[in-house]
């Protein structure tokens, strides 16, 4: 069908610009400044790098492949759970996160176990059969074709294994104690800035829930989910305050640069008064290619 008979998808299709709501996420500076918090964070909640490595099962020897790697965090975090024992590719359409990852790489000293490729999620530049386990994180949210970015994913596993997705849900709770409208009010932005993006852009930018019905259609079988769900108090006595500065910080640095933005999706997503809201719940979706 042309774009001039579906104004749906020819707005979709004018928005897909230097304007999407993904630009920001895929600046190597933005994945950088974000690294510290959130290696912090793992700190401070040991039990999520229990969670990551029983669900990720990863056996010495196995080829891994992550795909949408930007400047390598979640690649790295792969080789630190693997102990450096399994083979890792990382891979990325974008020339300076491949840049910028092979050099966060090396001051790791993680290059042993680790390299980089620039490639297309949608055309993986690797055979058949590649890979023991090919995962991705916070890319789907991106993408106006998931399933088609998951069935490359299967494509490039071997026949016995898995596929994974690590990517945000909808599932999420905000409370003001204090003022009941605004909790509400809170929570009505947050939808209509999902609603919003989904509209202009096509993108599914809340995909947790959905993946397991994608990863089926991908023709995975044994799927299994988990949800990683954050609650955020600047209260909480186990947080550092230089740490709760350095958030806050990088969040008011984030919304002034997204202000104008947010804004276009909110009203976008039916709402008339401007509030914004992050809200986390995190997905993590594994399933098995059969012969
Ligand atoms: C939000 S970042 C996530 C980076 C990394 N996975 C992480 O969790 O830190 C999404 C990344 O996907 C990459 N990307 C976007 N579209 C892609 C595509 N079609 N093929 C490969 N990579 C893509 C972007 O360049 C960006 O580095």
Not at 85 to 93: E, N, T, V
Not at 104 to 119: E, F, I, M, N, P
Not at 165 to 190: Q, T, V
């Amino acid at each position: 069908m042309s774009s001039l008979s579906n104004p749906v998808r020819a707005r979709v299709r004018r928005h897909r610009t230097k304007d999407s709501v993904s630009r920001l996420a895929f600046r190597v500076s933005y994945l950088r400044r974000s690294r510290e918090i959130y290696r912090r964070y793992l700190e401070s909640k040991p039990w999520l790098n229990q969670l990551y490595s029983s669900f990720l099962n990863i056996k010495p020897g196995q080829k891994i492949v992550d795909v949408g790697c930007g400047p390598g965090d979640f690649t790295r975090q792969l080789a630190r759970l693997s102990n450096q024992k399994a083979s890792i590719l990382g891979i990325d359409s974008n020339e300076k996160s491949i840049q910028a990852a092979t050099t966060d790489t090396k001051k790791a000293r993680l290059s042993q176990s680790v390299s980089y490729k620039l490639g297309d999620v949608y055309k993986i530049p690797l055979e058949d059969g590649y890979a023991d386990l090919t995962c991705c994180r916070t890319l789907l949210m991106h993408l106006t074709e998931p399933l088609k970015a998951v069935k490359e994913m299967v494509r490039v596993t071997k026949t016995g294994g898995s596929v994974v997705a690590l990517e945000g849900g909808k599932m999420g709770a905000f409370h003001d104690p204090d003022d009941e409208e605004y909790s509400k009010l809170a929570e009505r932005a947050h939808d209509a800035w999902v609603n919003g993006i989904r509209k202009l852009e096509g993108k599914e930018f809340k995909i947790g829930e959905k993946l397991p019905g994608i990863f089926q259609k991908a023709g995975l079988s044994d799927i299994k989910a988990e949800v990683q769900a954050d609650a955020w108090l600047y209260s909480d006595p186990r947080r550092r305050l230089s740490d709760v500065k350095a958030e806050l910080r990088f969040d008011y640095s984030v919304f002034k640069e997204r202000r104008r933005k947010d804004r276009k999706y909110l009203l976008a997503g039916g709402l008339r008064r401007d509030a914004s809201l992050y809200a986390a719940t995190f997905f993590l979706v594994s399933g098995v290619k059969k012969g």
